[in-house]
Every structure is written in C-alpha cells, then in structure tokens.
C-alpha cells in the first residue's frame, strides 16, 4: 500500500500519474477533457471564448470521433463507493479506452486485469482509497489516491487520479469524483491533495482549480510525447483549505489560531468538513431517498439521517444502533453499509412495546420495524437483538455477532442512560468510533433531555467523547476518544 502504482507508471518516469476528468456542463464549455502527467488530451465539440485557441490537432480528431450526444448533457445519477476486485475489468476498461487517443497516457498499448491487480490491491479503503462512480449498477468513472512521496513526512499528502468512461464525460462524474475526495480527505488523515496535469491542459486545470486547487508548480518542458515538449503544472490544496494559501475561498482557517495542531485546531476542521459533506448530500440522490424514510420511519432530522448513512458508508467497523424503533436510522445505515460495498455488519438493539404518536404511533414496534426493514430490502443487512442494551443477554448477543470486530459507528437514541449504554459497549468501540447520540438539546428541560446532556458533556469533559457538532434537534455529533491512544 502506499506505493507508486508500478503498472501506470511504467510508462511515466518518476511514477507520475494520469488522471481524466471532465468539464461540468454547467458551463457548457468542454464535452471531453482527460488531463495527465505525460499525456495530455482536450476534446471538446464546441468552442468558447475563455477557452478558444486551446485546442490542438489532436483535441479536434478526438472531438470529431465522438460526437455527443443528447445524453450527454443531463446529469448522471450515482453513488461512489470504494472499489472491488469484480470492478477491476470496467476500471481497466476506462482506462484503456484512453490509449489509443494517444492523448492521455504514454501507454501505446491497452493494459490488462492481471498486470494491475497488484497495483490495485496497493489501495485501502482507510488510507488510500480506490472509488468507483457507479450508475445503474455500472461502473462509469473511478478515483484513486496514491502517496505523493515515500518518504514519512509527506504521509499526509496525497496525488488523486480520475478518469471518466468517454460516454459519461461532460456530466460531471470526475467534478463528482473529485468533490468526494476533498471532503473526505480529512477523515483519511490526508491534509493536502495534488493533482499532476498537463499545462496545455486548460479546462481540466480550471476544473481542478474551480474545486479549490492552486497551481503550486510549474515544471516547464519536462515531458517528451512524440517529439513534443510537454509542460507539467502540480495542483494542490489543503484539506480543509486554508484560507492564507491564496485566492480560493473557503470557510474560516483555524490558521488563524496560534497553534494549528492543537486538537481544538484539528476537531474544528473535521467540524467544518462534516458541515460541509452535509451540505454535499443535499445534493445527492440518497437525500430524497431519506426523506422518504424520515417521513415514514423516524424521529430524526433528515440531516441526523444523512450523517448516519455518511458514517455507515465511511466507517472502519461495524456498527451498533441502540433503540431502533420503527427503523428510520437503521435504514439510513443500512444503505449506507449497502453503498458502501463492504461487509459491515450492523446491529440493532431493539425492546419493543407500544408508542402513540401523531405521525409514527404504532402498537408493535418489533413488528413494524421488521415489517419496515423489508419493505426497504434491508433485512439481510440488520441484525435485529429484541431486549434492551444492558440487558445480560442482549451484551452477550452483541458481542457474539461482533466476533472479534470493533464498532465504528454507534447510535444512541434509547433512553436517557447515555453513559451506561457506552459502559456496556465501550470496550468494542473503535478509536475514532463515530457517534451520533440523540436528546441533547430540548428548548425545555425534560426527563430525558436534562441527564442524557449531563452524561455526554460529562463524557467530553472526561475525554472520552470529541464533539463535532449539533445537528436536526437535538442530537449529538462526535467520536470516541476513550481509547487506548487517548488514555
Ligand atoms: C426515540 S426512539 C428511536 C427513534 C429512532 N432512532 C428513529 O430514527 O426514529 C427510542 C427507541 O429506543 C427504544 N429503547 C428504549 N430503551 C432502550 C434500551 N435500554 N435499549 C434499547 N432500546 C431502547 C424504545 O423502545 C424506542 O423504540
């Protein structure tokens, strides 16, 4: 893991990568762009004025060899989750379909599954990611992260590559790609990005830079493509960004505090990063899918929902739901286990009884709740427990399905023993366990607001608990500190 990708970089000195991406139509100006270290290629079928001239011979044989289509304009829906082994065939694919451009790798011939098997297992979900864009259970675009350098102190920067299948290009897939890796390079440990791109390449260094990057090299005349000296130009950007780095805006810099390495300084950048993946959902599929399932299922703000599903899709671990009710939550983290293409398991802890309420009263919470899981194609994802957290039996049935597995998710919507549902289960949380903990917040005082407060402000207090935020209600947004790292 960790090092230069050996096939793609056979065929690009000093391991540098190729990349492929493509201009958001939002703008209408480029149809085609792919964008690389060595390779170049632009490819557009109409011309604006920002962007005339760029175009090469080159650029127009390629433009005129794909027309567009009608298509081709509308955005595409999909999810991104990391990539799998079955993948590789439509990843390489993808690939391939570049070479004979000639535009974008210096590769002459098409590789194959085999020759980058290895380079693909050098990925890891947790560390150096390799994600597919997936629409209609078609794998049409993908992005991986690669370590910059070898040596330790550039752990935290990585190079990104993105290339799109030339039927999905101009619909915002790489634009796509590439937003999810800024907002979830924090919580990868990654505190820079860098993309490597042709300087010739201009919309796919406007693309980059529209995102957030900044031009941070310029290596003149460093690459040979068939007698033609290519420039090369290095992109980065801070995750999250800084806002002293130059002309991009972004939320407020913790730079501006004196020390930016303080664990204030880091808590308040995952807060602003969270924030903004929030926002990011808002514009996702998934978003209606939840509403949806708030309205029929949950007591949960839809946000609270969204950050569940984003915890269950990013999470290292399993996840442990105490007070399912009628499903709402356990549905958002089923689809995020789903969309995440891993084998979390996902359990949920669940007494049963009656509730009257205006919109979600029922006479038989197990029963609806298994009724509910079905309905949405979940079941076989959630391990139902029926009996309440600290029951004796219900903390062997945890454990017992836990197997020798950490938690890395934990949702806390019971009652108001905040503190002794985490003393059942603390031992199996994960460093780094998200947390989304319910009934924090009430205008009045209540029962289950006024201890529920008290045990998780205790929690932080103790360093137990990090917050990140408030969202919907009343809920409580954070991580496990309690580990062994942070005792
Ligand atoms: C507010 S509801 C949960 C709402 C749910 N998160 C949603 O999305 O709508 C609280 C649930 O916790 C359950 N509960 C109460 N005490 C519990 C305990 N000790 N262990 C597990 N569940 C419990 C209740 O039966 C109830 O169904």
Redesign the pocket.
């Known amino acids: 893991m960790g090092k230069y990708h050996p096939g793609f970089a056979d065929s690009q000195p000093n391991g540098e990568s190729f990349a492929v991406s493509e201009w958001d139509t939002v703008n209408a100006v480029a149809d085609r762009i792919c964008f690389g270290v060595a390779d170049v290629c632009i490819s557009r079928h109409k011309s604006s004025s920002d962007h005339a001239g760029w175009f090469d011979a080159h650029a127009d044989e390629f433009t005129r060899s794909n027309p567009k289509s009608a298509q081709e304009t509308e955005t595409v829906n999909l999810i991104i989750r990391d990539a799998a082994e079955v993948d590789l065939p439509a990843i390489i694919q993808i690939y391939n379909s570049t070479v004979p451009t000639r535009m974008v790798t210096a590769e002459l011939e098409p590789t194959t599954v085999e020759a980058r098997l290895q380079w693909f297992r050098e990925h890891s979900p947790e560390q150096y990611p390799f994600w597919v864009a997936e629409s209609d259970g078609r794998v049409i675009g993908w992005l991986d992260f690669k370590r910059f350098l070898p040596r330790c102190a550039y752990r935290g920067t990585a190079e990104i590559s993105v290339y799109v299948d030339e039927n999905f290009r101009g619909r915002s897939v790489g634009q796509r790609l590439l937003q999810h890796a800024i907002t979830r390079a924090p919580s990868l440990g990654i505190t820079a990005l860098v993309g490597l791109i042709f300087g010739q390449n201009q919309p796919s260094l406007k693309l980059f830079e529209r995102l957030g990057f900044e031009r941070w090299a310029f290596l003149p005349g460093v690459a040979q493509l068939d007698g033609v000296q290519r420039d090369l130009v290095m992109l980065g950007q801070h995750c999250p960004p800084r806002c002293s780095a130059g002309p991009v805006s972004g939320p407020v810099s913790v730079e501006t505090t004196s020390n930016v390495n303080t664990p204030q300084a880091r808590g308040y950048k995952e807060s602003l990063s969270l924030m903004h993946t929030l926002m990011q959902y808002r514009h996702e599929p998934i978003h209606s899918e939840l509403l949806k399932i708030r309205d029929k299922?949950?007591?949960?703000h839809l946000d609270v929902l969204i950050l569940i599903y984003h915890f269950a899709k990013i999470c290292s671990g399993n996840i442990l739901e105490?007070?399912?009710?009628?499903g709402?939550?356990t549905i958002a983290a089923a689809f995020g286990v789903r969309d995440s293409g891993d084998n979390k398991k996902l359990l949920a802890?669940?007494?049963?009884?009656s509730?009257k309420h205006k919109r979600?009263g029922t006479r038989n919470?197990l029963r609806d709740l298994e009724r509910n899981l079905a309905r949405q194609r979940v079941s076989k994802i959630v391990n139902l427990i029926k009996g309440?957290?600290?029951d004796a039996a219900t903390i062997r049935a945890v454990h017992g399905t836990l197997g020798r597995d950490k938690i890395g998710l934990l949702?806390l919507?019971?009652?108001a023993a905040k503190r002794r549902?985490i003393e059942c289960y603390r031992n199996r949380f994960a460093d780094d366990c998200w947390m989304v903990i319910?009934d924090y917040y009430g205008a009045d005082s209540n029962e289950k607001i006024t201890p529920s407060r008290a045990d998780v402000d205790a929690l932080v207090e103790a360093g137990l608990l990090k917050p990140l935020g408030f969202y919907g209600w009343s809920t409580w947004v954070g991580r496990w500190r309690g580990g062994a790292g942070y005792r």
């Open positions: 299922y949950s007591m949960l105490i007070g399912a009710f009628l709402g939550a802890i669940e007494p049963g009884g509730v979600l919470i309440r957290s600290f949702i919507d019971a009652d549902d319910d």
